[in-house]
């Protein structure tokens, strides 16, 4: 190491509960990276054993990933990030459904002529401003609202929905929030009302965290990340149902993954995202309700030290999804305290690590209607579904506002 | 496989990560594995130190900026944040696009999407050692040109392309230009400024770092580069590159290129010298072989010859435990003859006997003579098999010779 080594000292004891930001690899995903590393590093595209063994490697873990996480009658491919699995089932597939020749009809009849995309309110940025982007290529977009709790309920999509429907957008789980939206009642409800619509789901924060199979979803596109359930960063995916028509590529080159994503496989990181996701798999099977447990706990605990507290997001136990629990402190600046709660060693979040530029109020809290006094109060806490309630019973905020 | 001995000789395709980088890697799975977005913490706050840190050491590597540095998934995605990204961005001064026949398909795909939405490629061509003409570069530039897109070592045949002219061209002309250096960095001389490069693409997993993490350099200022992003939504690389960073990768990523950067010259006589030794044998126990892309100006790890009267995929599978390339890794799946090749007036014939051998950083001098024994003795066997050597020993050309069909 050169004597400029940046890596700092290990922090003290911590207790890390900003798992929606990015979660630590698992030990299985270390070790099923590090084994792919130095027995699967060659190209997948080379014809030669070694890398064959590349193929199959990729190919097992393409199979692993999507059994761990129900996705049958689904393909599964490959991408960089969440938010290029998101642009891909965005982007890609309204350039895809723009030459349906019955959605441009049904268009026609309406007041722009143009073909709608609906957009959840709250959809994570990735999502959100790809959507809107679509202003941009002839589409009006439409934002769908979301109750106080921060769900999508089929009474809000139901109006916007016609046959002149291109795209209808919404996550599984808000990842400031925690809310679950019923997906499966939103498809069938677009199936139904929006023949020539495709629906995307951004399931980045819920896969691996709830027991529901992402078949049971039942959307044309469904995108996941590695580093949210314990694999390693660089690795993702998008799942797409089979008969749905393939979107048009974000980029071109090489035609990997049935031409649907250029470039070199990450084969490695392929091998830890399916070894991170069976882990989670198994853990769900041996307690469907680690994160609600914990969730309940950690809001009892929260509540008792301080009992005017607000949770952001959902009450209605059908909506929480456990992992996530956002919560106001009236009268305090959750900057300050998320710096206190540091020094004692935890580390949770304020507003969604994933805008790069923070500093500004959440737009989630404010789609939601969230009461304005409280906005720059709320402290996201963010579990692993492992964490002891002793662990969890550490965080005294009562003593710090 | 049937034999125990592994021998990788593919290393254009990709590379093993180095084990020193690996260890680079570790702590930034473990221990500092936080968000580099995340702020308000320690854990957020060690990622991006790690990251501004990796970030310098990358810029530094090729006398860049750190904030000139976009790091993406790969060189793919790279190359295709620069053409389209450029193009799009700059249609208003033009359409017109310009590179070559022998470009990466990271560059051509691009390229043919952008002809079926408007633009104008000229499309260079190639001499049979894959070299341009600079006078047919400067006669190809016009006011509407927007970018000049070529790289500097070929995958295929290692032929480089003189990039300083190149730049130096460009410059002159005002027209942007885009180097996909995803073979180079690392082992060929690299700074953007004494060659004019405005934009640059590379990868990690050529240089013995992990896959799925590249970068792009974007030009900051004479000229000041404006690119339109694919991914956004986040506003992570300055809303050039949206998506969560991979701190671990890009720690490896600057690991690896401080590792090639170290012991550069040394490192590319040693494999030059290796490279030499192999050609040099097989050159001297087999006949009818040719030499494909630049005898002098080409990567020091490639040699990519042509076997007349075999096939390259059979050649493959007669050397077991033995990794090399018939064709581009990224299109040897299929059966077409390699467009390089084509381009470079190659005959399908001789296109479909070649093979590369990528020598790389763990290639050893025992492991070249092995190699050359193994390829020697199966070419041998496979021109037994071959009724075409027959007739070329005796000496009628088969390319002659009419068949009937029957």
């Known amino acids: ?401 | 496989m049937t034999e125990s001995r592994l021998i990788y000789l593919d290393h254009q395709a990709t590379t093993a990560v180095d084990p020193q980088v690996l260890e680079a890697m570790l702590p930034y799975f473990t221990q500092h594995f936080g968000n580099a977005a995340s702020r308000g913490h320690d854990f957020g706050w060690a990622a991006e130190q790690a990251t501004n840190q990796a970030r310098e050491t990358l810029a530094n590597g090729i006398g860049a900026k750190e904030r000139e540095i976009v790091f993406t998934s790969g060189a793919t995605e790279s190359n295709n944040i620069a053409i389209l990204g450029a193009a799009r961005m700059y249609q208003r001064k033009g359409k017109h696009l310009i590179t070559c026949l022998t470009e990466h398909k990271a560059v051509i795909d691009p390229m043919r999407n952008l002809e079926n939405q408007g633009w104008e490629v000229t499309w260079l061509n190639v001499d049979a050692q894959g070299r341009i003409d600079l006078q047919e570069l400067r006669d190809a530039i016009r006011p509407d040109t927007v970018l000049v897109s070529l790289m500097h070592g070929n995958n295929e045949i290692g032929t480089l392309h003189p990039i300083k002219e190149i730049g130096a061209i460009c410059r002159e002309n005002g027209a942007l230009f885009h180097c996909d250096a995803t073979q180079t960095l690392g082992k060929e001389e690299l700074d953007v400024n004494q060659m004019n490069i405005d934009l640059l693409s590379a990868s990690a997993h050529k240089i013995y770092g992990p896959k799925g993490v590249g970068m792009l350099y974007v030009r900051r200022r004479n000229p000041r580069v404006r690119l339109e992003p694919i991914i956004y939504g986040g506003g992570h690389e300055r809303g050039l590159r949206s998506g969560t960073l991979n701190v671990p990768g890009v720690v490896g990523f600057a690991k690896a290129l401080e590792l090639s950067l170290q012991n550069r010259e040394a490192e590319q006589q040693r494999v030059r010298a290796l490279r030499d030794r192999l050609q040099q044998r097989l050159m001297d126990k087999l006949d009818y072989l040719t030499l494909n892309g630049d005898p002098e100006q080409r990567l020091a790890c490639n040699l990519n010859i042509s076997f007349a009267y075999i096939e390259g995929e059979s050649l493959v599978l007669g050397i077991p435990g033995i990794a090399v390339s018939s064709g581009s890794a990224c299109t040897s799946a299929s059966l077409e003859p390699s467009y390089v090749l084509r381009a470079m007036g190659v005959g399908d014939d001789l296109a479909h006997s070649s093979i590369r051998f990528g020598i790389g950083r763990f290639t050893t001098e025992e492991q070249i003579d092995y190699v050359a024994e193994k390829v020697v003795a199966a070419v041998r066997r496979l021109r037994d098999m071959s009724p075409l050597y027959e007739m070329a020993l005796e000496g009628i050309d088969p390319s002659t010779v009419q068949w009937s069909s029957h």
């Open chain 1, 1 to 401: 190491m050169p004597a400029n080594d940046p890596t700092p000292a290990p922090l003290a004891t911590p207790l890390y509960l900003d798992h929606a930001a990015t979660a630590p690899p698992l030990p299985e995903a270390m070790e099923a990276f590090i084994k792919a590393s130095k027995t699967a590093y060659a190209n997948p595209g080379s014809l030669h054993g070694l890398g064959a063994l590349a193929a199959r490697s990729l190919d097992q873990s393409r199979k692993k990933l999507s059994k761990a996480l129900g996705a049958r009658n689904y393909r599964l491919i490959w991408t960089g990030t969440g938010t290029e699995g998101n642009h891909l089932g965005i982007l890609g597939m309204a350039e895809r459904v723009r030459t349906n020749a019955k959605l441009l009809a049904a268009a026609k009849s309406n007041a722009s002529g143009n073909p709608r995309v609906l957009v959840g309110a709250i959809e994570h940025p990735s999502s959100m401003d790809s959507a809107l982007s679509l202003r941009k290529q002839g589409f009006d977009v439409e934002l769908i609202p979301a109750d106080t709790q921060g769900v999508i309920q089929p009474d809000a999509l139901a109006p916007m929905l016609a046959e002149d429907v291109a795209l209808v957008i919404v996550h599984w789980a808000n990842n400031e929030l925690g809310s679950l939206s019923p997906i499966a009642d939103l498809v069938a409800l677009t199936r139904q009302k929006a023949p020539h619509a495709s629906f995307h789901c951004d399931a980045v924060q819920a896969a691996g965290k709830r027991p529901e199979s992402l078949y049971s979803l039942g959307a044309d596109t469904i995108s996941v990340a590695a580093h949210k359930m314990g694999g390693i960063r660089g690795c993702a995916a998008l799942f797409l149902k089979d008969g749905t028509p393939a979107p048009v590529p974000m980029f071109l080159g090489g035609g990997h993954e049935y031409g649907l994503r250029s470039g070199t496989e990450n084969v490695m990181g392929a091998a830890a995202f399916a070894a991170a996701a069976e882990v989670r798999r198994q853990r769900l099977v041996e307690d469907p309700d680690r994160y609600l447990k914990r969730h309940a706990e950690l809001l009892n605990h929260l509540r008792l030290a301080v009992p005017d507290l607000i949770v952001a997001g959902p009450t209605d136990p059908e909506f929480v999804m456990g992992s996530i629990l956002s919560v106001a402190i009236p009268g305090t600046r959750a900057e300050t305290l998320l710096h206190m709660l540091e020094t004692k060693g935890i580390s949770c979040g304020s507003g969604s690590a994933c805008s790069a530029h923070g500093h500004t109020e959440s737009p989630i809290l404010t789609a939601i209607n969230f009461p304005k006094e409280h906005r720059n109060s709320v402290l996201r806490f963010s579990l692993d579904g492992s964490e002891s309630i002793a662990d969890l019973q550490t965080i005294e905020v009562g003593e710090l506002i």
